[in-house]
């Protein structure tokens, strides 16, 4: 897990799913507000567009590998899609084999030597972290929150246990709305000692308030893209002082 102190920005992006051009949006955004003190943060499911026609996820993770090694504030951080890859799960969405069409992207870009590459990237993904907390109490992370955590330790070291059978992780990434209700996310925010929360997962036009669990998305979405700005030195209280520093692309 990532801690942020009480300074400057952190740019917080939702699922881009292969979509280089609302990356590259992303990116630009970001250098707009370029300094050691300002972050980018993007919550995971990088990789694995609806199809295979016009799936950049391999741009978007080379790009990502070569700036999580040369920048400490820009973040990468686990989604499902990328634990599919980890635990070798095969993953369809849209009645669409993402996991079939991501490994014949690296064929496709490596050839024989595509089966090294292929667990170079699994090695990588093994590396995010899962969760952002920041110096004024809120908690980013992909999706969530899980049911069954009793201390922020617990999160610190979440994949200690590995990435296949370990249900706090799987629900972290995995537990949409619906599978948790308001109260489950006050509660674990109370356990984790935060006041709101930050999260992708799942489509929304732009983003979604529910209680202190602020939903966004950047690139897949239901309408909208949206981002969030959020000062890093400003008190946070509840989830709508989450809801002002929303952003839209243009």
Known sequence: MIKLPSRGLALVAGDLHGNLEDFNKIMEIWEDHSTKENHLILTGDFIHAMGSENDKSLEILDTGISYCKNFENFHLLLGNHEWATITKLTLYKGGVNQSLNFEELIREKFGGEWKEKLEEYTNFFKELPVAVKTANKVFISHAGPPKSIKSLNEIINITRKGYSNNLPLYELLWRRYGDYSKKDVDQFLETIG?????????????????????????????????????????????????????????
């Open 194 to 250: 935060c006041r709101a929360m930050i999260v992708g997962h799942t489509p929304v036009d732009g983003f979604k308030l529910i209680g202190n669990q602020l939903i966004i998305s950047s690139s897949y979405s239901r309408g909208k893209k949206a981002y969030v700005e959020l000062d890093l030195e400003k008190e946070i209280h509840n989830g709508r002082y989450l809801k002002k520093m929303v952003k839209y692309f243009h």
